[in-house]
């Protein structure tokens, strides 16, 4: 079983900037891609950004490119996500997920994780104009 546990959320104002943290409980982290998602009020989850395991690939959101940044230690079993110029449509739970090992997908990317893969209890960002 697999656990993660995000931080760094927080309140913010426009234009600012939110470090978020996530970390996994498991050895096996650096065998897998790690990502997040966001989920907005009233508003279905989306994909925000992922990064393969060795950290040698990353995708993003075409909202979060430019802004956004990922990065990952695996010696710490920590993947970050940097947010720079915040917008208030920013604002959202956003979650940290790894993919299941029997996934296809495992190594490569979060892009296409469902509900049966592995999620954190998010952490909320809130973006004032």
């Known amino acids: 079983q697999v656990q993660l546990v995000e931080s760094g959320g927080g309140l913010v104002q426009a234009g600012g900037s939110l470090r978020l943290s996530c970390v996994a409980s498991?050895?096996?982290?650096?065998?897998?891609?790690m990502g997040w998602f966001r989920r907005a009020p009233g508003k279905k989850r989306e994909f925000v950004a992922t990064?393969?395991?060795?950290?040698?690939?990353?995708d993003y959101a075409d909202s979060a490119k430019g802004r956004f940044t990922i990065s990952r230690d695996n010696a710490k079993n920590t993947v970050y996500l940097h947010m720079n110029s915040l917008k208030p449509e920013d604002t959202a739970v956003y979650y940290c997920?790894?993919?299941?090992?029997?996934?296809?997908?495992?190594?490569?990317?979060?892009?296409?994780?469902?509900?049966?893969?592995?999620w954190g209890q998010g952490t909320q960002v809130t973006v004032s104009s």
């Open positions: 498991e050895r096996a982290f650096s065998n897998r891609a």
């Open positions: 990064i393969s395991w060795n950290g040698g690939s990353t």
């Open positions: 997920t790894t993919p299941r090992l029997d996934r296809t997908y495992v190594r490569s990317s979060v892009y296409w994780a469902d509900d049966n893969d592995y």
